[in-house]
């Protein structure tokens, strides 16, 4: 499916259509299947739109939440995705805990944390799906990009980029282990939409859009949804795009 690309005038117009998308899709997965699964990006730019869901008026007790990459931080340190997502939104709205699945990141071996939240991945898709399918089936990955054009915690150029059978894997960041999801499980969602602001993506997001620009240097060219690849762009970054139409 040929990705939806919408540039908003500025990052808050971004942000609040990131949200009103959000909401709909959330009330869209729960009237078709009664429960809405998410995975939540990290980094700076979700967070006001976490605090935007946060005020929304939403049944909390049929929403699952996941995080599509994390760094091997406590959740309590300022670097948490986790923590930020708390913080801005979780903290404040009667999700049930145990339908919160923070990443373990205590572990001294990262790719045991890494295996033990794929585990809690498939539990949880075998106990909602009527039909388990053998990769986890998302209905929304939020996900952002960084200068270099990484996604989640799928670094230029790492070994994490050409994991295909695993949910999980360990994500590199400059020789600091991350948990990320991989590009299979990120592909099989329903939905995946992006959250791209500001000028220091403008490079980036040339290569990712561009006819034939690398995967592995760009590695969000490696997000090809079976279901809806929806980039949300603030005109700084999207400034001089050739974008597909
Ligand atoms: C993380 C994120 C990462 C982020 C991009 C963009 O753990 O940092 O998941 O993939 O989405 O780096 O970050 P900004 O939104 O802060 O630009």
């Known amino acids: ?80 995705n986790a923590g930020m997502a708390k913080q801005a939104w979780l903290d404040h709205v009667p999700i049930p805990t145990e339908q919160i699945f923070i990443p373990p990141t205590h572990h001294p071996d990262p790719a045991i944390s890494a295996q033990a939240y794929q585990t809690t991945i498939q539990r949880l898709f075998d106990s909602l799906q009527k039909a388990p399918t053998a990769i986890p089936q998302f209905d929304l990955i939020f996900l952002g990009m960084g200068a270099d054009g990484h996604t989640a915690s799928l670094f230029p150029h790492t070994p994490a980029l050409a994991v295909h059978d695993q949910l999980v894997t360990v994500g590199m960041k400059d020789g600091a282990p991350r948990l990320t999801f991989t590009v299979p499980l990120i592909n099989h969602s329903r939905q995946v939409l992006f959250l791209v602001a500001g000028a220091d993506k403008q490079a980036a997001l040339e290569q990712v859009f561009a006819a034939d620009g690398d995967e592995q240097t760009y590695p969000s060219r490696l997000i090809q949804p079976q279901g809806e690849l929806r980039w949300l762009l603030d005109a700084q970054a999207a400034h001089g795009l050739a974008l597909p139409v």
């Not at 008026?57 to 959740?75: A, H, K, T």
């Open 1 to 80: 499916m040929n990705p939806i690309v919408e540039t908003l005038p500025d990052k808050p117009a971004l942000i609040d259509r990131g949200l009103a998308i959000a909401v709909d899709q959330i009330q869209q997965a729960i009237a078709d299947h009664g429960y809405c699964t998410l995975a939540l990006a990290g980094g700076s730019t979700p967070k006001p739109l976490y605090a935007g869901l946060a005020k929304a008026n939403l049944p909390w007790s049929q929403l699952y939440i996941f995080w599509g990459d994390e760094r091997y931080v406590p959740v309590e340190h300022p670097d948490s």
